[in-house]
């Protein structure tokens, strides 16, 4: 009779422990998971993208790989640029980045770790990818990977070190292992030539920095807090000119559906940017604007 309540008293308890090693808490598991966010613009349609997760996976099978994007314009090192600025202050320090746009690939370019002011660790070409965060986060040492230890083999593919230079080494980074150690400090790298926003006493000068598609506005270089400083709030009319065209004038609203359908507007966008927009059309292709094309706001 004794024995029996002991076992009565008992079995809440074994219940409970059991749930607790079968169902470890969210913040213990991932504690234990590393995380590597994974860009290319390899696209979906072969097999590139699995054979890189394969390598990365074979090193370190605990890791979460996120999929920033594949389908970064082909090429596209500007847009690469943008993608890792805008995604890199939602994750924590310790994060590893792992950036593929590589059309010098095989070439004499190095292939770079590079860690930020807040901890984050990028693997990417010397291409100009790390610009703009860099001057987002900022840089406090880099190094080149030369270590032939890092490698997935010894002998290098001259056209996909994604597999064989870049995915290995972010995952290793990503289980733990010591960065300084796949080679020397560089001292310098390769930055895109985008110019800074530059507020004088008549004028807010930026740069169009890309196309969002499939909507045709213009993600720009220039941060919406600058409006304030030309005197502009919303619902006034902002004089902008782009490159040697002639002025618009645009109304300044909070979102689309403020303006007329197929009309022209300036807002402030969801990553606090300013940008151009027309109201389910497409602004860059009515007004012929690029990439890389220079704006200028006039002062109200």
């Not at 309540?5 to 590393?34: F, N």
């Not at 909507?215 to 005197?231: I, W």
């Not at 303006?259 to 966008?269: A, E, G, Q, R, S």
């Amino acid at each position: 009779m004794r024995l029996a309540c002991h076992l009565v008293l008992l079995l809440p308890l074994l219940a409970a422990a059991r749930a607790e090693a079968v169902e470890p808490s969210p913040s213990a598991a991932s504690s234990t998971q590393p995380t590597l966010i994974f860009m290319t613009d390899f696209g979906q349609r072969d097999d590139s993208v699995a054979i890189c997760k394969g390598v990365m996976l074979s090193l370190e099978p605990r890791l979460r790989i996120v999929d920033l994007s594949h389908d970064v314009e082909p090429y596209s090192v500007l847009d690469g640029a943008r993608f890792l600025a805008g995604t890199a202050p939602y994750y924590p320090a310790g994060t590893v980045f792992v950036t593929v746009i590589d059309p010098g690939v095989g070439s004499e370019r190095q292939a770079l770790v590079m860690k930020t002011k807040r901890g984050q660790l990028f693997v990417l070409p010397d291409n100009g990818l790390i610009t703009l965060v860099e001057r987002q986060e900022g840089i406090t040492e880099a190094r080149a990977i030369t270590h032939p230890a890092w490698h997935h083999t010894p002998e290098l593919s001259s056209t996909f070190h994604g597999r064989d230079v870049f995915a290995p080494v972010g995952a290793r980074l990503a289980r733990g292992d010591d960065w300084t150690q796949v080679g020397p400090v560089v001292k310098d790298w390769k930055r895109l030539g985008i110019p800074e926003p530059r507020l004088s006493d008549t004028a807010l000068q930026g740069t169009v920095l890309a196309i969002e598609h499939p909507y045709g506005n213009l993600v720009t270089n220039t941060n919406g807090a600058l409006l304030a400083k030309l005197g502009y709030q919303r619902g006034d009319t902002v004089r902008v000119t782009f490159g040697k065209g002639r002025e618009l004038r645009l109304p300044f609203v909070s979102t689309f559906s403020d303006v007329p359908k197929l009309k022209p507007l300036l807002y402030v966008d969801s990553r606090g940017r300013v940008a151009f927009a027309v109201n389910q059309g497409h602004f860059a292709r009515e007004h012929d604007i690029q990439p890389l094309t220079p704006f200028a706001l006039r002062r109200k």
